[in-house]
């Protein structure tokens, strides 16, 4: 699940980097 979760934060970070 963790795993899961940090994908989701990379492609977060990528898709709208602050």
């Given at each position: ?16 980097p602050r």
């Amino acid at each position: 699940m963790a795993r899961m979760l940090m994908s989701a934060s990379r492609l977060s970070s990528l898709l709208h980097p602050r």
